[in-house]
């Protein structure tokens, strides 16, 4: 089977037109023709049926296409990963991160830029929660991740970068607003705004709670940080949170929590048994280097 042939045969199908298939290709409609009858004397199957003055993929077609498509991009990934061995230099690194790495994912790879500016390596970023982006990873749509209290997969190399330090966040409008401290045991006294369970910090915070033996007084749900900073504002409850710069800290006080385990562990991950680009294997490296200063 002919690669070339194949590439033939996809823009055929796109265009369903010979005469600007083979325009778009560069070559003559006859060569188009021979191209396509010797994939279909090879198959034994039509791949294309008349429609009118056009033509248009048979059954047979369409479901090869599929195939064909799939098996041209893995071929074009081939080539890239290549590509990159052969030039260390260059390379790009599909970056995916969580929320506890909004902050930190920018610092680090700009960082990494300005001390290695011989290095023309690009940056493709992704952020989700922590279960979607080891999805995501674990389906090779990213290369790396830094992601928080992620669960223990066995198909995932993780290791750990830092801990979070999580706060109890209230109004400044909050009679708590008057203390710096809350201990573990008055958490359960108000209301708390928190994170659907899919979110890996609401697990973390849930976690949290069992091992301390309290039940939290839950009052609403919400999707992401900063509608709950929003409700926090207006006093409608406390959240726990991870302090972070994007917070309103004229409107949001952050109370510590008299406990050692109110943290939220940050790991960077890759796949198990799965190929890195130079490139990636170079800002993993340096992501590992950076969190050990």
Not at 122 to 141: C, G, N, P
Not at 237 to 245: F, H, L, Q, Y
Request: net charge negative; hydrophobic share 40%; proline share 4%.
């Amino acid at each position: 089977m002919n690669l070339r042939h194949l590439e033939f045969f996809v823009e055929l199908a796109h265009t369903e037109h010979m005469a600007k298939a083979a325009e778009n290709l560069g070559i003559t409609q006859p060569s188009l023709s021979y191209a396509i009858s010797s994939i279909e004397k090879e198959l034994g199957v039509p791949l294309f049926e008349k429609d009118g003055r056009n033509i248009k993929l048979s059954k047979y077609g369409e479901i090869y296409l599929r195939y064909v498509k799939a098996g041209l991009a893995d071929f074009s990934k081939g080539n890239t990963y290549i590509s990159e061995l052969v030039d260390t230099n260059s390379g790009t690194v599909r970056f995916g991160f969580s929320s506890a790495a909004r902050e930190v994912a920018p610092v680090i790879v700009n960082n990494f830029k300005h001390e290695n500016p011989e290095q023309h390596i690009s940056f493709y970023f992704e952020q989700d929660i922590t279960s979607i982006i080891i999805k995501k990873l674990l389906d090779e749509k990213v290369d790396l991740a830094i992601v928080a209290n992620p669960d223990d997969l066995e198909a995932v190399n993780l290791t750990h970068l830092f801990d979070q330090q999580l706060y109890l966040a209230v109004s400044v409008n909050s009679p708590l607003a008057n203390q710096d401290k809350i201990s573990v045991n008055d958490l359960a006294s108000y209301p708390l705004i928190t994170y659907p369970h899919v979110n890996c910090l609401r697990q973390n915070i849930d976690t949290f709670f069992e091992r301390a033996g309290i039940e939290p007084n839950i009052s609403m749900v919400l999707a992401d940080t900063a509608p709950i900073m929003n409700f926090v504002n207006s006093d409608f409850g406390v959240a726990i949170v991870p302090k972070s710069e994007l917070i309103n800290q004229h409107k949001i006080k952050f109370l510590d929590i008299d406990s050692d385990a109110a943290i939220n562990p940050v790991y960077v991950a890759t796949k198990k048994d799965h190929f890195l680009s130079p490139a990636t294997k170079r800002i993993l490296a340096y992501i590992k280097e950076y969190y050990k200063k």
